[in-house]
Structure formats: structure tokens, C-alpha cells
Antibody, heavy 118, light 110 residues
Framework: QLQLQESGPGLVKPSETLSLTCAVS??????????WGWVRQPPGKGLEWLAT???????FYNPSLKSRVAMSVDTSRNQFSLRLSSVTAADTAVYYC??????????WGQGALVTVSS | QSALTQSRSVSGSPGQSVTISCTGT?????????VSWYQQHPGKAPKLMIY???KRPSGVPDRFSGSKSGDTASLTISGLQAEDESDYYC??????????FGAGTKLTVL
């Protein structure tokens, strides 16, 4: 069974860069036609798609965040990462990594709460 | 890219049917049959319930069904059960390799 696990700092200072990694187990990140994405959820609010990556490094970003967001993939470690720069309190959220293909998200990590505060 | 519009809350009694709507635009829901629905219990990760408007992943009860008309997609839950009480989110492909979620609907089973 495919499993995803987010990791990274739970507290980030305003104006700094948020960095999270998603480790994939139970399957290869390099599987054809399987993409990998990030979705976040501010406290008490809805879901927001952030970005998606293919194992080749091809990336797709939410236009509203495009200037601040970046994804990368490490096939040797079977993991992918998210970087969000110049964070503010509005970026405080639970960040989920998920397998993303054929326009659906079928396997999700448990989520990682990241708080932006000085 | 604006969030898809969902009613904030809906309720029903056990055994009844409820429908949750998700309204987008001609640029997302109206243009693509790539609408998915997710169930999210408090403190848990979302779970895929419906994809491509009306397809159910294996393991999802057939009480859950989806449909679409124009710019609005709908999730119908029939034979409502207590464990269906949850938040539900729709998601649509919005073109140019972007996706947009709805704001979420809280389902209460009375």
C-alpha cells in the first residue's frame, strides 16, 4: 500500500522560506503517469492546490503562488519537496502531500502543520 | 483562479438522501469532466470519493454518486449514515495544468 509522509519544520518565521519533504513508500515515485502534489489547508478553511511534479522534474504551479513556490524531486530517495518563499501568517496551514494523476488525488499523507510566526 | 462555490452546510437524517453542489465557471467545471470529491473527517487527510464527475474508486460505497450539469457538479449521498458526517470538498481541473478546490461543505447527520 502506497504511503506518503510529510516532514519539515513546524514553525517558520515571517519572510523566510518554508520547506517540506514528502517521503513515498510502498511504491516508486518514478512510476509512469503518476504525479505528486502538495495541497494545503489553513486552520478552519478549505483545501488549496499548490503544486504538482512529475519524476522527470516537470512542474505545475498554482498561478496565485507561482512566484513563491517551487517543487523538486529526488528519485534516489523516493521523495519530493516543496519550498514556499517569503511566507506570511496567511501561509499558516496543514500541508498535505498526495499522489496526483488523471486529475485526482488518491493517496494522501497525514499532513504537517506549519505555523508562520516570529 | 477562484475557489469553487459550495454551500457552507447541509444536513439530513439517517436513511435520507442529501446533495452537495459545487459551482464553478465555464473555465473549470463547465469545460472538463474532471471533477473529484473528497471526504474529510476532523483532523484527518481527505479521502477520494468520486472522480471524473461520477466514477467511484474501489471501496467507496455506491451510496455515493456524482453528476454534473453545466458549471455545477453535485455529490449525492443516499441512505445517509452517521459516519457520513464530515466535510466534503470538490475539485476541478481548470485548464493549463491547474486545479481548483471548492471551499467545502459540512454535512451534518441529524
Amino acid at each position: 500500500q502506497l504511503q506518503l509522509q510529510e516532514s519539515g519544520p513546524g514553525l517558520v518565521k515571517p519572510s523566510e522560506t518554508l520547506s517540506l519533504t514528502c517521503a513515498v513508500s510502498g511504491g516508486s515515485i518514478s512510476t509512469d503517469n503518476r504525479y505528486w502534489g502538495w495541497v494545503r489547508q489553513p486552520p478552519g478553511k478549505g483545501l488549496e492546490w499548490l503544486a504538482t511534479i512529475y519524476y522527470t522534474g516537470l512542474t505545475f504551479y498554482n498561478p496565485s503562488l507561482k512566484s513563491r513556490v517551487a517543487m523538486s524531486v529526488d528519485t534516489s530517495r523516493n521523495q519530493f519537496s516543496l519550498r514556499l518563499s517569503s511566507v506570511t501568517a496567511a501561509d499558516t496551514a496543514v500541508y498535505y502531500c498526495a499522489r496526483h494523476y488523471d486529475h485526482l488525488f488518491d493517496f494522501w499523507g497525514q499532513g504537517a502543520l506549519v505555523t508562520v510566526s516570529s | 483562479q477562484s475557489a469553487l462555490t459550495q454551500s457552507r452546510s447541509v444536513s439530513g437524517s439517517p436513511g435520507q438522501s442529501v446533495t452537495i453542489s459545487c459551482t464553478g465557471t465555464s473555465s473549470d467545471v463547465g469545460s472538463y469532466n474532471h471533477v473529484s470529491w473528497y471526504q474529510q473527517h476532523p483532523g484527518k487527510a481527505p479521502k477520494l470519493m468520486i472522480y471524473d464527475v461520477s466514477k467511484r474508486p474501489s471501496g467507496v460505497p455506491d451510496r455515493f454518486s456524482g453528476s454534473k450539469s453545466g458549471d455545477t457538479a453535485s455529490l449525492t449521498i443516499s441512505g445517509l449514515q452517521a459516519e457520513d458526517e464530515s466535510d466534503y470538498y470538490c475539485c476541478s481541473y481548470a485548464g493549463t495544468y491547474t486545479w481548483v478546490f471548492g471551499a467545502g461543505t459540512k454535512l451534518t447527520v441529524l
